[in-house]
């Protein structure tokens, strides 16, 4: 059997200066390089999602409808519209080190990394089927969306997950700590570090 990193949305709109940032996300993301970089043979796939969204599109009310402002629960302001620069991973994150690479939000709201597809159209849990896979570290942003729901996900799929909380950046501190009592109560291992 075989192990996977899951590097969750490192993307320019989730970083300082994005649509949508998190503050500490391009150390984050510059932390996850090194981090690959320092150990190489510690996964056997790095597996990438972005967000991908579908332009000029509500994606499955992902977008609020024009005129209405977003409401940070349901739904967002605009970003990470395929094709665009703020979906494109932050320049921080060596892409190179990526060995699959995974789309999700086209059409939906697409928070976990469960919800994409690779460009060939296989999906994750196809992709890890066919790779063997039966643990999972996750890292990435935000702690308290992405990174929450695909961690949980994992879980629910029956993979051994670990979030390495030190290679994470969230929205906001309380719903990073209700987001990582949720996983340790998922039977999530939650780690400070690797």
Known sequence: MANALFVI????DFC?????ACQGGAAV????????RANPAAYNFVIASRDWHTPNSLNGGHFPESGVEPDFVNHWPLHC???????????NLDSSLIDFHIKKG???HGYSIFDGTTDAGETLSEL?????????????IATDYCVRASALDAKQAGFEVRVITSLTAGVAAQ?????ID?????????SATA
Do not use: F, W
């Open 128 to 140: 890890l089927a066919r790779l063997e896979v039966n643990r999972v570290d996750v890292v990435g």
């Open 81 to 91: 519209i395929a094709g665009e620069q703020g979906a494109e991973y932050h320049p």
């Open 16 to 20: 300082e200066g994005g649509a949508l």
């Open 106 to 108: 086209q059409g939906s």
């Open 9 to 12: 949305d490192v993307q320019n």
């Open 29 to 36: 993301a510059a932390a996850i390089t090194e981090y690959l």
């Open 182 to 190: 949720e996983l340790v109560d998922a039977g999530v291992k939650v």
């Open 175 to 179: 719903s990073i700590e209700r987001s």
